[in-house]
C-alpha cells in the first residue's frame, strides 16, 4: 500500500540554520510527491511538488528531490527564518491508476526556528 | 485565502449527539476531500466526492456521512458522536479528480466532544 514516513519531530533550530526534514515514502504505483506546510491557526498549504523520479520541487528557498531509487523525498533550505515556523507534512498521491485518489500523509514535523 | 470555506470554525458538542460541516470549495473545482487531523492518528483521509459522485472512501466510520450538492458545497455528518471524534476536520478541493493536481485546504472545523 502506499505510506508516508516522516522524521520525527519537534526541530528547533536559529535563524539561518540549514534544514533537513526527512521523508521516504512506499507506492504501489507512480506517485507524486508532495510537502505541504501548515501554519498556526491555518490549513495546510501546499509548498512544492515533484511528479516524477529525479524532479526537483523548489519554493520560498525550499527543495526537494524526488529519489525514486531511496524512495525518498527530503525537505531542506539552506537558511531558515523565524517565518518559517510551521508544521511540514510530506505526501504522496498515487498516480490515479490504482483508483485511489487522495493525499496520503505523514505525520507532520514541527520546526520552530528561533532568533 | 485558499478559496476554500469551512463552517462553523468551532463547534462544542455532547457524546451521542449529531453534527454537520460544511465546506464551499474553490471556484472551478469540482473534488472535495475530507481529512480528520487528531493528534494521536495524524491526518487520516476520509472520502472524496468529484462532481457530486463520492469517488474514494477511506477511514471513515460509518457513522459518518457525507455527500456533496448539485452546487459542489459538500456537507460532512457526524453522528453518535464519540469523544474520540475530537479532532480537527479539514475540507480540501481540487480541479481535477485525482490529487495530483493542487489541492487547496480549508482552514478546518475544529470539533470537541465533551
Known amino acids: 500500500g502506499n505510506s508516508v514516513t516522516q522524521m520525527e519531530g519537534p526541530v528547533t533550530l536559529s535563524e539561518e540554520a540549514f534544514l533537513t526534514i526527512n521523508c521516504t515514502y512506499t507506492a504501489t504505483g507512480y506517485p507524486s510527491l508532495f510537502w505541504y506546510v501548515q501554519y498556526p491557526g491555518e490549513g495546510l498549504q501546499l509548498l512544492l511538488k515533484?511528479?516524477?523520479?529525479?524532479d526537483k520541487g523548489s519554493n520560498k528557498g525550499f527543495e526537494a528531490t524526488y529519489r525514486k531509487e531511496t524512495t525518498s523525498f527530503h525537505l531542506e533550505k539552506g537558511s531558515v527564518q523565524v517565518s518559517d515556523s510551521a508544521v511540514y507534512f510530506c505526501a504522496l498521491s498515487d498516480s490515479g491508476q490504482t483508483g485511489a485518489n487522495n493525499l496520503f500523509f505523514g505525520t507532520g514535523t514541527r520546526l520552530t526556528v528561533i532568533p | 485565502d485558499s478559496g476554500v470555506t469551512q463552517t462553523p470554525k468551532h463547534l462544542i458538542t455532547a457524546t451521542g449527539q449529531r453534527v454537520t460541516l460544511r465546506c464551499s470549495p474553490r471556484s472551478g473545482d469540482l473534488s472535495v476531500y475530507w481529512y480528520q487531523q487528531s493528534l494521536d492518528q495524524g491526518l487520516q483521509f476520509l472520502i472524496q466526492?468529484?462532481?457530486?459522485?463520492?469517488?474514494a472512501k477511506g477511514n471513515i466510520l460509518e457513522r459518518f456521512s457525507a455527500q456533496q450538492f448539485p452546487d459542489l458545497h459538500s456537507e460532512l455528518n457526524l453522528s453518535s458522536l464519540e469523544l474520540g471524534d475530537s479532532a480537527l476536520y479539514f475540507c480540501a478541493s481540487s480541479v481535477s479528480w485525482t490529487m495530483n493536481t493542487e489541492a487547496f485546504f480549508g482552514q478546518g472545523t475544529r470539533l470537541t466532544v465533551v
Open positions: 466526492y468529484y462532481n457530486g459522485e463520492e469517488r
Open positions: 515533484a511528479t516524477k523520479a529525479d
